[in-house]
């Protein structure tokens, strides 16, 4: 039989970075608009689980998919 844990559902969400904008330039943001991050392209991107981080990654494409790969658990979770 299996356990109770087993049918909760994790909602999982990526972080490649952060950046604070003046709300007028978020208004006026169309189609193509770049929005500059707090990240370089080889940082670390962090892993959320139900919106509390719990590890770092790396970013992973494999043909037209988009994953990561877990490189570090942050301490509270390990």
Do not use: F
């Amino acid at each position: 039989m299996a356990s109770n844990i087993d049918s909760i559902k994790v909602e999982i969400s990526v972080v490649l970075g952060r950046s604070v904008i003046p709300m007028h330039q978020l208004l006026r943001m169309g189609r193509g608009a770049v929005i500059e991050l707090d990240s370089h392209q080889d940082d670390p991107v962090t892993i959320l689980a139900n919106d509390k981080p719990v590890a770092k990654g790396e970013i992973q494409i494999h043909g037209d998919k988009i994953g990561v790969s877990v490189v570090e658990l942050l301490s509270n979770y390990e």
